[in-house]
């Protein structure tokens, strides 16, 4: 949570005091910590902060658990009932590492349309310490002042990371940790990358069809040839055709 907290305050968003709340979950009365989250620009957003586990997660929808926080939430000093529409819950659903995640469970809870905003940030303990380590030596050879987010940026940006962590998940536990705090956390700016234009498949196939030798024309009548729709199919999906055709 301690990276989450540090972006949280570098988009200007102040930890208001930790508050409890108990609910019955699995049949049991269980307590939660909840840190909130207030934003200086916009005093109306919240960012509520909930960690569980995942054996938890399945049992949020069927309990009490969102009524009991909703309650609470509306008890605290700097509650302010316009924040009752601008709050987002985010729960950080920590597993070991032998636990597969849950994501069914993850599409229900954040599917649901009662009370918060919620979304299900999902990490084991491998991937948050690796994500913690990487971030702290990155912090301690800063000859400047550290940024959390333009740290993740520039990581998340590593071509050659991505391809590992494409290749298989496993094999890069801190980046699997960031593209899902990034994607799980709506405020967090993304590094845009500037280009001169934005080309359509038309186009890039038209440039492939001038710049490629023979062996590409081929690879170019062969995908013509599966007679694929460029309007219905994703530019991601023809490009791996493509691709595909290519090195064969």
Same mark, same amino acid.
């Given at each position: 949570?301690?990276?989450?907290?540090?972006? /949280?305050?570098?988009?200007?968003?102040?930890?208001?005091?930790?508050?409890? *709340?108990?609910?019955? /979950?699995?049949?049991?009365?269980?307590? *939660?910590?909840?840190?909130?989250?207030?934003?200086?620009?916009?005093?109306?957003?919240?960012?509520?902060?909930?960690?569980?586990?995942?054996?938890?997660?399945? @049992?949020?929808?069927?309990?009490?658990? /969102?009524?009991?926080? #909703?309650?609470?939430?509306?008890?605290?000093q700097f509650h302010r009932s316009e924040m009752d529409k601008n709050t987002t819950l985010l729960l950080e659903c920590v597993r070991k590492a032998s636990e597969s995640v849950d994501h069914l469970a993850k599409v229900q809870v954040e599917d649901d349309?009662?009370?918060?905003?919620?979304?299900?940030?999902?990490?084991?303990?491998?991937?948050?310490?690796? #994500?913690?380590?990487?971030?702290?030596?990155?912090?301690?050879?800063?000859?400047?002042? *550290?940024?959390?987010?333009?740290?993740?940026?520039?990581?998340?940006?590593?071509?050659?990371?991505?391809?590992?962590?494409?290749?298989? @998940?496993?094999?890069?536990?801190?980046?699997?940790?960031?593209?899902?705090?990034?994607?799980?956390?709506?405020?967090?700016?993304?590094?845009? %990358? #500037?280009?001169?234009?934005?080309?359509?498949?038309?186009?890039?196939?038209?440039?492939? /069809?001038?710049?490629?030798?023979?062996?590409?024309?081929?690879?170019?009548?062969?995908?013509?040839?599966?007679?694929?729709?460029?309007?219905?199919?994703? %530019?991601?999906?023809?490009?791996?055709?493509?691709?595909?055709?290519?090195?064969?």
């Amino acid at each position: 949570m301690r990276i989450l907290y540090e972006i /949280l305050n570098e988009l200007a968003y102040s930890a208001k005091d930790t508050f409890t *709340f108990s609910c019955l /979950l699995k049949e049991s009365e269980r307590q *939660f910590d909840v840190l909130p989250f207030v934003s200086a620009d916009y005093q109306s957003q919240v960012y509520l902060v909930v960690q569980i586990s995942n054996a938890d997660l399945c @049992h949020i929808i069927e309990s009490d658990f /969102l009524i009991s926080l #909703a309650k609470e939430f509306r008890k605290q000093q700097f509650h302010r009932s316009e924040m009752d529409k601008n709050t987002t819950l985010l729960l950080e659903c920590v597993r070991k590492a032998s636990e597969s995640v849950d994501h069914l469970a993850k599409v229900q809870v954040e599917d649901d349309p009662f009370y918060f905003k919620k979304y299900v940030f999902s990490c084991s303990t491998v991937e948050e310490n690796r #994500a913690e380590e990487y971030l702290q030596n990155q912090k301690n050879k800063s000859g400047q002042p *550290f940024s959390y987010i333009k740290e993740i940026q520039a990581y998340l940006s590593n071509t050659d990371t991505f391809l590992s962590y494409k290749d298989n @998940h496993a094999n890069q536990p801190t980046y699997t940790y960031f593209s899902e705090l990034v994607t799980k956390t709506p405020i967090f700016p993304l590094q845009i %990358t #500037a280009v001169d234009e934005i080309k359509s498949v038309s186009d890039f196939l038209t440039e492939e /069809l001038k710049k490629a030798p023979a062996p590409n024309v081929s690879a170019l009548d062969q995908l013509l040839d599966l007679q694929l729709d460029f309007k219905e199919e994703s %530019t991601e999906a023809i490009l791996d055709r493509w691709n595909t055709l290519i090195t064969n």
